[in-house]
């Protein structure tokens, strides 16, 4: 999976399936969007059928653990220290969560850490107003925007990985599918998709300072419950992971 030579994408059994359905699909078909929506769900399914076959694919299971990790680490600074521009906070996604392996997977971790970053200025306009103004007070981010991204960066994963799949089908597929692209929605798609299979750091951080608070014991962490953000966004990496690549069955989930 080297980026020197071309990737091909995975190919044969449900990849072939959900190609063939791709490159069937014509956007200007009465119920294309529903159609596409589909086509969507059966490429999410092939990644899972993969990964639960074989948990070594791509590299992928392992990749995720690694950039998560990365993730949580960067979390500790962020809710530390404000970054000095939207440039900045981007440029630290992209290097210190995407980092610089060079594989197909790789590339796609990366593209992930940036999409993240971006649906989190988008969402959390006040990040640019303070950045306009100046005014971000020495403060770092707030907890309901380090567990935003967090969330976000997982889900962009999945949705990145199979974006670059959709992009070598739709190759094969022209010129049924030239000029029709539907790899963006194929992707936003699957993002809102997967995002319910993530964990919330800040709930799980809630749960730990409800209880200490009724123990009457680790007070700072009560105070300030943005403290323990990065050691709970950490330990529960894994279960991202499983959940994202399908790992996790329903009974898993509920246990969890």
């Given at each position: 999976m080297g980026t020197s030579t071309r990737w091909k994408g995975p190919g044969g059994g449900p990849w072939s399936a959900a190609g063939g359905r791709l490159a069937q699909w014509n956007p200007d078909r009465p119920h294309a969007e529903?159609?596409?929506?589909?086509?969507?769900?059966?490429?999410?399914?092939?990644?899972?059928?993969?990964?639960?076959?074989?948990?070594?694919?791509?590299?992928?299971?392992?990749?995720?653990?690694?950039?998560?990790?990365?993730?949580?680490?960067?979390?500790?600074?962020?809710?530390?220290?404000?970054?000095?521009?939207?440039?900045?906070?981007?440029?630290?996604?992209?290097?210190?969560?995407?980092g610089d392996g060079g594989t197909v997977t790789d590339a796609c971790i990366r593209r992930a850490a940036v999409a993240a970053g971006r649906d989190v200025l988008a969402q959390h306009p006040?990040?640019?107003?303070?950045?306009?103004?100046?005014?971000?007070?020495?403060?770092?981010?707030?907890?309901?925007?380090?567990?935003?991204?967090?969330?976000?960066?997982?889900?962009?994963?999945?949705?990145?990985?199979?974006?670059?799949?959709?992009?070598?089908?739709?190759?094969?597929a022209v010129?049924?599918?030239?000029?029709?692209?539907?790899?963006?929605?194929?992707?936003?798609?699957?993002?809102?998709?997967?995002?319910?299979?993530v964990p919330d750091p800040c709930e799980k951080a809630a749960e730990v300072t409800d209880?200490?608070?009724?123990?009457?014991?680790?007070?700072?962490a009560v105070e300030n419950p943005v403290s323990v953000l990065p050691a709970i966004a950490r330990s529960l990496v894994p279960h991202a992971a499983r959940g994202v690549l399908g790992l996790i069955t329903g009974e898993e989930e509920t246990a969890a």
């Open positions: 529903e159609r596409l929506e589909e086509i969507a769900a059966d490429y999410l399914t092939a990644l899972h059928q993969t990964i639960r076959t074989d948990r070594s694919a791509f590299g992928l299971y392992d990749a995720v653990l690694a950039a998560g990790d990365r993730l949580a680490l960067q979390m500790s600074s962020l809710r530390e220290e404000h970054p000095d521009s939207a440039e900045a906070f981007m440029a630290l996604l992209a290097e210190q969560v995407g006040e990040l640019e107003q303070a950045w306009a103004s100046g005014d971000t007070g020495g403060r770092g981010f707030p907890s309901d925007i380090l567990c935003d991204l967090y969330r976000l960066f997982f889900g962009d994963v999945v949705a990145e990985f199979l974006r670059s799949v959709v992009a070598e089908h739709v190759k094969l010129p049924v599918l030239a000029g029709a692209d539907p790899g963006d929605q194929i992707a936003d798609w699957i993002a809102d998709q997967v995002l319910t299979l209880s200490v608070d009724e123990a009457g014991a680790a007070v700072e």
